[in-house]
């Protein structure tokens, strides 16, 4: 069963649920935390009233209260930046250095390859003339989960989580998405943004997990970044590939991270090793 999200403190995630539930086809069930829930085939969906980048264990707790078990998790989200672009994204979370929003310190959450790249190619499909730019972001925030979480967000700020066409190519894309099993993949190198591994998914058979961006690797030591791609590769489904963003770096710098991708046993890969989507 698949367990969606909604947090009450969440101006996005109340309009993604709503348009979720005018789609049709839920019943009510249970209450969690106090609250109706959902299911409609195999999701079921929860509110909580608390943010979801402290929900900790959320996965645990409704398997429990719930009495099934949940694999994935897909957190209803907003996304807010300074630059205030329309955005809709989708992310895997945990954190490579400090907790500064939930998680906790240097610990991803696995994450789900498949379904987050299905997501975002469908999702670039539903939103096609809104006026939102689509894409990855890499990973990062909390909460910590157990099993294969994603966010899937309406951004960048107060004037777009209220709006009803985005949350609508969100929720069709949800229920609606096929999903496409590809290669696993972590993604190295480019901003938060990710920009490349957007436009790769768009065309080619690959399904990315953890991403991690220059930021961090330009400050990490070589025994940190090893850790961190045997963690992610474990928790993106046991990915076998690394893409790396070399444009977004020097030459030199892409042969390093090529080496140690290798050292952790990953396979570095282009855009010309990739098979075609059908």
Request: glycine share 8%; with cysteine; net charge negative.
């Amino acid at each position: 069963m698949r367990l969606l999200v909604c947090s009450l403190e969440d101006t996005a995630s109340i309009n993604i649920r709503d348009r979720l539930l005018e789609i049709g086809g839920w019943k009510e069930t249970k209450t969690f935390r106090s609250h109706p829930v959902f299911e409609r085939g195999s999701d079921v969906m929860v509110t909580i009233d608390q943010v979801h980048l402290y929900a900790d264990n959320l996965d645990v707790e409704a398997t429990q209260a719930l009495a099934q078990p949940f694999d994935p998790v897909v957190f209803l989200s907003r996304h807010r930046a300074a630059s205030g672009i329309p955005t809709l994204t989708v992310h895997p979370i945990g954190n490579f250095a400090k907790a500064e929003y939930g998680g906790r310190p240097e610990t991803l959450v696995p994450s789900a390859p498949d379904l987050m790249t299905s997501c975002l190619r469908e999702l670039q499909k539903r939103s096609s003339g809104l006026p939102f730019q689509v894409g990855f972001e890499v990973t990062h925030h909390g909460p910590l989960l157990s099993v294969p979480t994603m966010f899937i967000e309406i951004g960048s700020g107060e004037q777009n989580w209220g709006d009803r066409e985005a949350a609508r190519a969100i929720a069709s894309t949800l229920l609606e998405v096929k999903l496409i099993e590809a290669p696993k993949a972590i993604g190295i190198g480019g901003g938060h943004y990710a920009p490349r591994f957007s436009e790769v998914v768009a065309t080619k058979r690959i399904s990315f997990g953890h991403m991690i961006p220059n930021y961090f690797c330009d400050h990490a030591s070589d025994e940190r970044l090893l850790q961190v791609l045997e963690e992610a590769r474990a928790k993106s489904g046991g990915a076998d590939l690394v893409y790396i963003h070399k444009k977004s770096m020097a030459r030199s710098r892409a042969n390093h991270l090529k080496g140690l991708a290798e050292v952790a046993g990953a396979r570095v890969v282009d855009s010309g090793d990739l098979a075609d989507l059908d």
